[in-house]
């Protein structure tokens, strides 16, 4: 059993298909075949199963290609030990909130000037990210999840023997910019607000209540979906449009001049997950102290 081999084999998982493997390694598609079939026999039990569509791992595959994951990424810290600057690495998968992200930014301020110094960060869905920790492409996956979402989340973590931990409730808000008739208003209803459109992703990427409208009586049907987080922030602040979503640090609120209702009793929960087998390194510690800290300003 080689490195080469194993490497081999999770890029077959990551593609889904043995072709579509080869094509990515530039290799043929008989020795991929041949390289993944030799490891099938070492091992005495295979790892896929082969379809028309491509491949999907076997229970024991499953477990295989987890192990395999350790061993690529222990093998390339292991070659880094030698190194004169050893590497130091922290990968993120999470979403686009502004104390997850502002934390990580601050990281980097931090660590700048550093030499042999990874770091980054992906936005993706939450299903990609903890696929990617499991894989051990990510160090830490961050999400923000509703209370009927948390119980599937918890289910994958305990699949993918991750490591789930609460690190806040982050109340939901109702959001308007200085250019909306209702901003000065001493007080708001959210009727009044059946007349005006809401600006809300597209992506969901960074999950909001869909239905946040409906339960608090505001028309479902005026929406403008969006995809990017700036784009959405200008359409509050320079047009009438609304927003529902998790409550922003007071300098960001004060960076577009946005007006924040509280949404009794709703809120989100963030979590951070990594695995079990993996120990914190430098830079973990470092980005999740940062990350209390912008959370504390809520």
Same mark, same amino acid.
């Given at each position: 059993?080689?490195?080469?081999?194993?490497?081999?084999?999770?890029?077959?998982?990551?593609?889904?298909?043995?072709?579509?493997?080869?094509?990515?390694?530039?290799?043929?598609?008989?020795?991929?075949? #041949?390289?993944?079939?030799?490891?099938?026999?070492?091992?005495?039990?295979? !790892?896929?199963?082969?379809?028309?569509? #491509?491949?999907?791992?076997?229970?024991?595959?499953?477990?295989?290609? &987890?192990?395999?994951?350790?061993?690529?990424?222990?093998?390339?810290?292991?070659?880094?030990?030698?190194?004169?600057?050893?590497?130091?690495?922290? &990968? !993120?998968?999470?979403?686009?909130?502004?104390?997850?992200?502002?934390?990580?930014?601050?990281?980097?301020?931090?660590?700048?000037?550093?030499?042999?110094?990874?770091?980054?960060?992906?936005?993706?869905? !939450?299903?990609?990210?903890?696929?990617?920790?499991?894989?051990?492409?990510?160090?830490?996956?961050?999400?923000?999840? #509703?209370?009927?979402?948390?119980?599937?989340?918890?289910?994958?973590?305990?699949?993918?023997?991750?490591?789930?931990?609460?690190?806040?409730?982050?109340?939901?808000?109702?959001?308007?910019?200085?250019?909306?008739?209702?901003?000065?208003?001493?007080?708001?209803?959210?009727?009044?607000?059946?007349?005006?459109?809401?600006?809300?992703?597209?992506?969901?990427?960074?999950?909001?209540?869909?239905?946040?409208?409906?339960?608090?009586? !505001?028309?479902?049907?005026?929406?403008?979906?969006?995809?990017?987080?700036?784009?959405?922030? &200008?359409?509050?602040?320079?047009?009438?449009?609304?927003?529902?979503?998790?409550?922003?640090?007071?300098?960001?609120?004060?960076?577009?001049?946005?007006?924040?209702?509280?949404?009794?009793?709703?809120?989100?929960?963030?979590?951070?997950?990594? &695995?079990?087998?993996?120990?914190? #390194?430098?830079?973990?510690?470092?980005?999740?102290?940062?990350?209390?800290?912008?959370?504390?300003?809520?």
């Amino acid at each position: 059993m080689t490195i080469q081999q194993l490497q081999y084999a999770l890029a077959v998982y990551r593609a889904g298909s043995i072709s579509a493997a080869a094509a990515s390694l530039f290799i043929a598609q008989p020795n991929l075949s #041949g390289v993944i079939r030799s490891l099938e026999e070492e091992l005495g039990y295979p !790892i896929f199963i082969r379809t028309s569509r #491509g491949v999907q791992p076997t229970e024991q595959g499953i477990e295989a290609l &987890r192990q395999a994951a350790q061993i690529v990424d222990c093998h390339e810290k292991m070659c880094q030990v030698g190194s004169l600057t050893p590497r130091r690495r922290l &990968r !993120i998968g999470g979403i686009s909130y502004n104390p997850v992200c502002d934390a990580f930014a601050q990281l980097c301020k931090e660590c700048q000037n550093e030499d042999g110094l990874e770091m980054a960060f992906y936005t993706d869905d !939450i299903d990609v990210s903890l696929e990617k920790l499991w894989l051990s492409e990510i160090d830490l996956a961050v999400a923000l999840r #509703g209370s009927d979402e948390t119980d599937r989340l918890e289910k994958i973590c305990r699949q993918k023997n991750l490591k789930l931990t609460h690190m806040a409730d982050v109340p939901m808000v109702l959001r308007i910019g200085p250019r909306h008739p209702l901003y000065s208003a001493p007080e708001i209803r959210f009727s009044d607000f059946e007349n005006y459109a809401m600006v809300d992703y597209n992506d969901k990427v960074f999950l909001e209540y869909p239905s946040l409208s409906a339960l608090l009586h !505001i028309n479902p049907d005026r929406i403008v979906t969006v995809s990017d987080r700036a784009l959405k922030n &200008r359409l509050i602040s320079e047009t009438s449009m609304y927003s529902i979503g998790c409550k922003l640090p007071p300098r960001s609120n004060e960076r577009f001049g946005f007006r924040c209702i509280p949404l009794d009793n709703l809120h989100y929960s963030l979590f951070v997950m990594e &695995r079990y087998d993996s120990r914190r #390194g430098e830079l973990t510690v470092q980005y999740l102290n940062l990350l209390e800290r912008y959370l504390e300003d809520l």
